[in-house]
């Protein structure tokens, strides 16, 4: 083809035009990923938004979590899901870590508790039975605290009272745990009204520090004053007063419980603030023995055995509790060589009245009174408290024959005199009558014994002879003298009768000389009147 043909058909070809450039152009293509992206950060956004805290929850084990499958409910709501579980670095502890819902955090405080539930048996009580089928979750307890946390420690049992429970807690201290655990009841005139929420032992190593809860509306009841006592098991007890058995309930006999009561419930007195401490008492008699502002501390000195005399027993004063022993220890005396068996008591003045003075108010007024007392008599003595258990007490009384002795007030504690119980004085008593039938001289005694014996059953044969002889030769003839006299006494008897001849012959004796001494009255009085008739005669009356 020549080249003329070729540029014919090049001019042939139309020529391309440009067009002008759009400013917004958008290609149709590009609106679909565009809108994804809308979409996708709109979900990311939302999701982030909505996504709620994470925390974790050290366990002492992860016994029962599974990560994605172990959920988080309060009050049986889902709020939260275990998302991973790890062992700690310290190889203690495992770590679940999880999220919760977002109207959660503010919940997610320093006091907020979460526990594994599981089908427990504990105390008298039975609990998630229901994860039996549907698997264990952790539970969540919302605290009151105001400060924000994200780390928390599991326990490992779950709480016994829940935060938003109504009521107060208290504290109680003890010497020991003793058989009360948490869950224990506590008793309100043997009505349960709370119980045991967690205990500590106390700094140091000095006692047990309890918290309990006391449901509304009986916390109510707990006053200023107020007594708690251990209640738990039987509290049996023997002692000077006799014998003692108390319990609360078949409950705190099995697992141990707390009682408490409040001193003059009638009085004003204020209701403590919450978390207030008090003494957790051994039993209900300490928790309720009366509490004296001023006391005074003595020591006795006793001779004898104290045995059966503890720590505790009553100081009593004619019947009435005015102390408690507190100590007893030995000494041994230096100037007499011996053992004196050292009582230490606390006296309380205050439970000592006068009409006249009212109140004793001071321990110098005290002491004034005690030493004008003593030298009256006032001693101490070991008395027995009870027959059937043999214990003890300190028993005060005046001794008016009892030597002269005073109050040793440069001691600390004074020495308060003593004179020997009544046991002591018995044995005593026997010991010298010893004595003095150890100085007897039995065997001549015996001899004599002997002699007087072999003389009485001589005597004794020869009476039996008499007797025997009476029985053949007396007895027959008494029998004789006694039918004589029965024949006298019926012929006496015939003689005195009524109808007899004798008894009428006596009767008209007997009215003849009544019917003399008629006449010789009539007479006399004649001769009274008329005394010239003894010469002149008896006249004859005039006509």
């Given at each position: ?220 009841h707990v006053k200023a004053n107020t007594r708690f006592w251990n209640a738990s098991g039987i509290d049996l007890s023997m002692d000077a007063s006799g014998l003692k058995l108390n ?297």
């Amino acid at each position: 083809m020549s080249d003329a043909q070729q540029n014919q058909e090049l001019s042939d070809i139309p020529e391309a035009v440009a067009e002008p450039k759009r400013r917004h152009s958008v290609q149709l293509v590009w609106l679909i990923p565009i809108v994804a992206a809308i979409i996708g950060g709109t979900l990311a956004v939302k999701t982030f938004l909505q996504k709620g805290p994470t925390i974790r929850i050290y366990f002492k084990t992860g016994e029962g979590l599974e990560a994605g499958k172990t959920k988080i409910k309060y009050k049986d709501v889902e709020v939260g899901l275990v998302k991973s579980i790890v062992v700690a670095k310290d190889l203690k502890h495992v770590i679940a870590t999880a999220e919760l819902k977002k109207e959660t955090k503010p919940y997610l405080v320093e006091d907020t508790r979460f526990w594994v539930v599981r089908p427990r048996i504990s105390g008298g009580s039975v609990s998630g039975l229901g994860t039996v089928m549907g698997g264990s979750y952790i539970g969540i307890d919302i605290g009151k605290s105001e400060k924000p946390q994200r780390t928390f420690r599991g326990l490992d049992e779950p709480p016994a009272v829940t935060m938003d429970e109504p009521g107060s807690r208290f504290l109680l201290h003890s010497t020991d745990l003793g058989s009360l655990d948490i869950g224990s009841p506590l008793y309100f005139r043997r009505i349960q009204v709370g119980q045991v929420v967690s205990y500590e032992l106390d700094k140091g190593g000095t006692g047990v520090t309890f918290t309990v809860f006391v449901a509304a509306p009986y916390d109510q009841h707990v006053k200023a004053n107020t007594r708690f006592w251990n209640a738990s098991g039987i509290d049996l007890s023997m002692d000077a007063s006799g014998l003692k058995l108390n319990t609360q309930s078949m409950v705190s006999i099995l697992i141990g419980g707390i009682a408490f009561q409040t001193l003059d419930e009638g009085g004003d007195a204020p209701p403590p603030s919450p978390n207030t401490a008090f003494t957790l008492f051994a039993s209900r008699d300490e928790a309720m023995k009366r509490q004296d502002t001023i006391s005074q501390d003595y020591v006795l000195a006793f001779t004898e055995s104290v045995r059966g005399l503890t720590v505790g027993a009553p100081v009593d004063f004619r019947g009435m509790t005015v102390g408690e022993v507190t100590d007893i220890q030995v000494e041994l005396d230096n100037r007499t060589k011996g053992v004196n068996m050292l009582v230490y008591i606390r006296y309380y003045p205050q439970r000592l009245r006068s009409r006249a003075i009212g109140p004793i108010p001071s321990l110098k007024d005290h002491e004034s009174i005690i030493t004008k007392m003593v030298e009256n008599g006032l001693r101490a003595q070991l008395k027995s408290g009870n027959l059937l258990t043999g214990q003890l007490l300190v028993a005060l009384d005046f001794f008016p024959t009892a030597p002269k002795a005073k109050v040793n007030w440069a001691t600390t504690p004074p020495q308060f005199p003593t004179t020997p119980g009544s046991l002591a004085e018995m044995q005593t008593t026997l010991t010298q009558i010893i004595k003095k039938l150890e100085k007897l001289p039995l065997d001549e005694v015996v001899g004599e014994v002997r002699q007087t014996v072999q003389t009485l059953d001589a005597t004794l044969k020869s009476a039996d002879k008499v007797v025997r002889r009476m029985d053949a030769e007396v007895v027959p003839e008494a029998r004789s003298a006694l039918e004589e006299a029965r024949k006298t006494l019926g012929a006496a008897k015939q003689t005195l009768a009524a109808d007899a001849p004798l008894q009428q012959d006596l009767r008209e004796a007997l009215r003849e000389l009544a019917r003399t001494a008629q006449s010789l009255r009539v007479l006399t009085d004649y001769l009274e009147r008329h005394p010239e008739a003894l010469i002149r005669g008896k006249q004859e009356d005039a006509q």
